[in-house]
C-alpha cells in the first residue's frame, strides 16, 4: 500500500454541531459518520484520559477528511494558538477557485487569517483563513504535485539536492 498523507486530521473542536455545518458549507464536505458517543474506560483508552466521556465524527471531502472531536468530560476548552507556536501550524485544501472559497468561509463563520488572497510566483492564489474554533488552514488553487513543479519552474533552487 503507498505512504498517503492525504487520509485525515483530528481537530478539537468546542461545539462539533457548529465545527460540522462549518466544514459542510464552507468547502462541500460530507458527513462520513454521524456523531458517535465516547465513554469510559474504552474512550479513556482511546484518549489517555481516564473516563474520558467525547463525541467525534468524520467529514469527508473530495480526498481525505476531517475528524472532529468535542470533550464533553473533561471539558477542554480549545486555546488560542499562535500559528508560530502551535504544533501544527495549519492544513490545507485544494480548491479550484480561491477567492470563491474564501466566500464561502466567511459566510459559513469562518474568518480570514490573511487580510487578502495572494497571488504566488508559480501563478496560483493562496491565503490563510481559520474554523470557528480558531484552526488555521489554507486555501490553494493548484494540488501538491502540480505546486511542486511550478515552485521548481519559478526558481530551480527550490529542487532537492540529489
Known amino acids: 500500500m503507498p505512504v498517503s498523507a492525504y487520509h485525515h486530521i483530528a481537530l478539537r473542536v468546542s461545539d462539533i454541531d457548529r465545527t460540522t455545518q462549518f466544514y459542510l458549507d464552507a468547502l462541500g464536505g ?22 474520558a466521556h467525547f463525541k467525534v465524527c468524520l467529514i469527508g471531502f473530495d480526498e481525505g477528511a476531517i475528524e472532529l472531536f468535542q470533550f464533553l468530560e473533561p471539558f477542554h476548552e480549545v486555546p488560542p494558538t499562535a500559528q508560530a507556536e502551535a504544533p501544527i501550524m495549519h492544513f490545507c485544501f485544494t480548491v479550484d477557485d480561491v477567492p470563491e472559497a474564501l466566500e464561502r468561509v466567511e459566510a459559513a463563520g469562518g474568518k480570514r487569517f490573511w487580510p487578502e488572497v495572494m497571488d504566488m510566483p508559480g501563478d496560483f ?12 488552514f489554507e486555501l490553494i488553487g493548484v494540488d ?5 513543479k511550478r515552485l521548481i519552474a519559478a526558481d530551480p533552487a527550490n529542487a532537492p539536492a540529489v
Open 125 to 136: 492564489q493562496v491565503v490563510y483563513v481559520t474554523d470557528p474554533d480558531g484552526h488555521v
Open 30 to 51: 460530507h458527513l462520513l459518520t454521524s456523531q458517535m458517543v465516547y465513554e469510559g474506560s474504552d474512550a479513556g483508552m482511546i484518549m489517555g484520559l481516564p473516563n
Open 144 to 148: 501538491a504535485p502540480e505546486l511542486i
